[in-house]
């Protein structure tokens, strides 16, 4: 009997990821990235059976550039993968209102996540030209297509949550409501804790913190999501590496009045060089800040916040748990590795019923899955997230129906 292999798609501005993914035994056969795009250092590089092969690509590489490279050179040394990919799946920002699922690209789906790129300008258009190139390397699979959006995952979330304190009409006519994102990392993340704590999903209640460059916390009942951190845009919510999170809206009026600063200025500022960068002066990278916390003044300041901020919206959202929250989940480059963070959010919520066991903290990271609380505690667990994955269930769901 043949395997059948998904092809994962994640475009980003100047970089394309994929991964080749058997959705039935979960395995990555092959995975890699092609990026700096229309630069002299542009490349692809891929992993499989454990080495790595890279290529230099031209100055004048391109999305369309690195996906033939990928069917007319990667695979071709590989026909056993090749011949058994049956779709492929693409990770799509943002959704809008229209996509509340997954679903196969067509011209109407393709029209749909055109008329969503208003709310994801630097994401959207660059996955609809990912798409389109796809059909033109995997012609055989152009019927095979599937969007899988970041946003949809939140659509079951309450009007309470998603609408705005503004005049009505904002949502009415112009859709401007939370979206939330990250929701293919907080679904997954959510089923894997309910299998490992024997639950089933349909009746588990948990918090999600998706902590990485960009972060955002979650909150899911009967599995699924009924508030996010996230708003519009990512640009809402928990600090960030560069990103400010919740802000007064009244620092922007103050920003382009008092300090003459124009729009495309102000949302640089507040997108580019804010959250942990703006805070330390020095970086956004955890790794350097857990190691020189207590070091500098800034970094020690700029973590406090940090946690501060998310121990936060890990409170708020227990009340809205109907009296049940099975489980507390961290994922995401820093969720998944850092011990500081975690310990020093957990403690915050003592009186809600967390502790953390420091033993089990400092053990899990590099990929480690497993609790690091204290047996008087609701569980905390730390689950490596996989958005491929969920992608290439998804898109084999799909085309399997
Ligand atoms: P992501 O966007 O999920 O790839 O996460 C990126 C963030 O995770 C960066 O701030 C990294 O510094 C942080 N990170 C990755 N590995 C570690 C680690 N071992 N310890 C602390 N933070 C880490």
Redesign the pocket.
């Known amino acids: 009997m043949s395997i059948k292999l998904i092809l994962v798609i994640n475009c980003g501005s100047s970089s394309l990821k994929f991964a080749i993914i058997n959705p039935i035994n979960k395995k990555t056969l092959l995975s890699g990235i092609a990026e700096y795009f229309n630069d002299i250092k542009a490349y692809i590089k891929w992993r499989i059976d454990n080495s790595e092969e890279k290529f230099f690509l031209t100055k004048k590489s391109s999305h369309g550039i690195a996906l033939n490279f990928l069917a007319n050179k990667i695979l071709i040394m590989y026909p056993e993968l090749f011949e058994n990919i049956i779709a492929i799946g693409h990770r799509i920002v943002h959704g809008g209102e229209k996509f509340t699922q997954s679903v196969i690209i067509t011209d109407n789906v393709m029209k749909g996540i055109k008329k969503a790129s208003i709310f994801a300008p630097l994401h959207n258009p660059i996955q609809l030209i990912g798409i389109k190139e796809a059909i033109k390397s995997f012609p055989h699979l152009r019927k095979k297509q599937i969007a899988v959006f970041d946003t949809s995952f939140h659509q079951t979330i309450p009007k309470e949550s998603y609408l705005y304190g503004l005049p009505l009409y904002f949502y009415k006519k112009y859709k401007i409501r939370r979206y939330g994102a990250h929701g293919t990392s907080h679904k997954y993340v959510s089923k894997e804790g309910s299998k490992l704590l024997n639950k089933s999903i349909d009746n588990f209640n948990c918090i999600t913190c998706h902590l990485?460059?960009?972060s955002s916390v979650t909150a899911i009942c009967n599995g699924k999501s009924i508030d996010t951190s996230m708003g519009l845009t990512p640009l809402e919510g928990l600090i960030m590496?560069t990103r400010c999170g919740d802000i007064d809206p009244a620092i922007i009026f103050y920003m382009n009045k008092k300090l003459k600063m124009n729009i495309n200025l102000i949302e640089n500022t507040l997108t580019n060089k804010s959250g942990m960068l703006g805070l330390t002066n020095i970086t956004?990278?955890?790794?350097?800040?857990?190691n020189n916390y207590l070091k500098n003044k800034n970094i020690e300041n700029a973590v406090k916040i940090f946690v501060h901020r998310l121990s936060k919206y890990i409170a708020s959202y227990t009340i809205l748990m109907n009296n049940k929250l099975d489980a507390i989940i961290f994922t995401?480059?820093?969720g998944e590795?850092?011990i500081l963070i975690r310990e020093l959010t957990i403690k915050k919520l003592k009186i809600l019923g967390m502790n953390i066991n420091k033993k089990l903290n400092i053990n899990i990271?590099?990929g480690k899955t497993g609790l690091i609380n204290n047996n008087n505690s609701i569980p905390i667990l730390v689950i490596p997230t996989n958005e491929e994955l969920l992608i290439a269930q998804d898109t084999f769901i799909l085309i399997n129906n």
């Open positions: 990485g460059n960009g590496g956004s990278d955890f790794r350097y800040i857990e995401g480059g820093i590795n850092s990271k590099h």
